[in-house]
């Protein structure tokens, strides 16, 4: 399938970059989705994420992850830095099926934490990443966003053959406030993140203008690829 092909790539391109692959949970806590990642209760920047809750309550609610931030967090609590992961995975979020959303849907995100780490390294690693999965034809750019996790964000765009500019990554410098919720001391290690949609990538790569396509099953399309 054209989506694990895509997956497959990334994971090859990102392992030869000195990278490991960690997963964790589709059915999350909480804490770890938002409130680990500095979206408190009550932050208005949750409302975007419309989420699918398991279980709605005190003392803790569960529900299916709506990224693969989570598992950034998990990262930092499981081990000692420096840490150069990335974090394929499914997500899920309450949107209506359109030809640029899913309910459910695929992203792959980095955490990069070490020491000295700087938003130049983060460029750079995008820079790299541009070129080796595009091709050097293609030209990538940084614009100033928000997230509550990074500071500061950005979102990464690339440009396509005709001209035009599509955003593929939200990024920047992992958030203080997260690397106090994964053990880690700010003062002592920086690092930066970003995150991709898997399937959007794969759209672009091979010229697909709708995301239902990708999951209709039907043979005569996906055997193209």
């Given at each position: 399938?054209?989506?694990?092909?895509?997956?497959?790539?990334?994971?090859?391109?990102?392992?030869?970059?000195?990278?490991?692959?960690?997963?964790?949970?589709?059915?999350?806590?909480?804490?770890?989705?938002?409130?680990?990642?500095?979206?408190?209760?009550?932050?208005?920047?949750?409302?975007?994420?419309?989420?699918?809750?398991?279980?709605?309550?005190?003392?803790?609610?569960?529900?299916?992850?709506?990224?693969?931030?989570?598992?950034?967090?998990?990262?930092m609590e499981a081990g000692e830095p420096p840490f150069y992961s990335i974090m394929p995975g499914r997500v899920f979020r309450s949107d209506t099926a359109d030809a640029t959303h899913m309910p459910v849907f695929h992203q792959i995100e980095a955490l990069v934490v070490d020491r000295d780490i700087t938003f130049?390294?983060?460029?750079?690693?995008?820079?790299?990443?541009?070129?080796?999965?595009?091709?050097?034809?293609?030209?990538?750019?940084?614009?100033?966003?928000?997230?509550?996790?990074?500071?500061?964000?950005?979102?990464?765009?690339?440009?396509?053959?005709?001209?035009?500019?599509?955003?593929?990554?939200?990024?920047?410098?992992?958030?203080?406030?997260?690397?106090?919720?994964?053990?880690?001391?700010?003062?002592?290690?920086?690092?930066?993140?970003?995150?991709?949609?898997?399937?959007?990538?794969?759209?672009?790569?091979?010229?697909?203008?709708?995301?239902?396509?990708?999951?209709?099953?039907?043979?005569?399309?996906?055997?193209?690829?």
């Amino acid at each position: 399938h054209v989506v694990t092909q895509t997956w497959d790539r990334l994971e090859d391109l990102f392992v030869g970059m000195g990278y490991t692959v960690a997963e964790g949970p589709e059915i999350e806590d909480e804490w770890h989705n938002f409130g680990a990642l500095n979206f408190p209760l009550g932050h208005p920047a949750r409302d975007m994420y419309d989420t699918l809750y398991v279980d709605y309550g005190e003392p803790q609610s569960t529900l299916l992850r709506t990224h693969t931030s989570p598992v950034q967090i998990r990262v930092m609590e499981a081990g000692e830095p420096p840490f150069y992961s990335i974090m394929p995975g499914r997500v899920f979020r309450s949107d209506t099926a359109d030809a640029t959303h899913m309910p459910v849907f695929h992203q792959i995100e980095a955490l990069v934490v070490d020491r000295d780490i700087t938003f130049a390294d983060l460029a750079g690693t995008l820079e790299t990443f541009t070129t080796a999965y595009f091709g050097a034809g293609f030209t990538s750019r940084l614009r100033p966003s928000y997230f509550p996790f990074t500071e500061p964000s950005a979102e990464f765009d690339i440009q396509r053959p005709d001209g035009s500019w599509l955003e593929l990554a939200g990024c920047g410098m992992v958030h203080p406030e997260v690397l106090r919720a994964g053990g880690l001391d700010p003062e002592e290690w920086s690092g930066f993140a970003f995150g991709f949609g898997l399937d959007r990538l794969a759209l672009m790569r091979h010229g697909i203008d709708d995301l239902r396509e990708l999951f209709r099953n039907d043979h005569r399309f996906l055997s193209q690829f």
